[in-house]
């Protein structure tokens, strides 16, 4: 998908501080972090949100699960805790339009996120 900065980071057309990447997804530190430790794990191809994931190809969505725990174990949260997050539409405070799955830790999170 054109302009989609998701898209660019994923393709290598922006640079970002990677931290994982492989033929399906990409991670990445958010540019605006919320927690020490604030990662972003995005599928390489464009889905707008995890709405737009066909059944047939939810086993990605598995994968970025299964690399946020990965990651979680290399970036030293996996003991102490953290958070997943995948925000969807404008209720669901999304602003960026291609599916990612947020990670969080090193610090305590309260619950109900607000
Ligand atoms: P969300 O609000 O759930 O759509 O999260 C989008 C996140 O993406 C937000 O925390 C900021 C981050 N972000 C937006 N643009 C960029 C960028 O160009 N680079 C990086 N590393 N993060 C970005």
């Not at 958010?30 to 709405?51: M, N, R």
């Not at 690399?67 to 969807?88: D, M």
């Amino acid at each position: 998908m054109d302009k989609c900065i998701f898209c660019m980071i994923a393709n290598g057309e922006i640079p970002t501080n990677k931290v994982y990447e492989d033929d399906r997804v990409i991670a990445f530190y958010d540019l605006e972090p919320q927690a020490p430790v604030h990662v972003l794990i995005v599928p390489k191809k464009h889905y707008e949100s995890i709405l737009a994931v066909p059944a047939e190809e939810s086993c990605v969505v598995g994968h970025m699960f299964q690399v946020a725990s990965k990651l979680a174990h290399e970036l030293g949260i996996a003991e102490k805790g953290f958070r997943l997050v995948i925000n969807t539409g404008k209720e669901g405070g999304q602003s960026v339009p291609h599916l990612h799955l947020h990670m969080t830790g090193g610090r305590e999170h309260g619950w109900p996120a607000g």
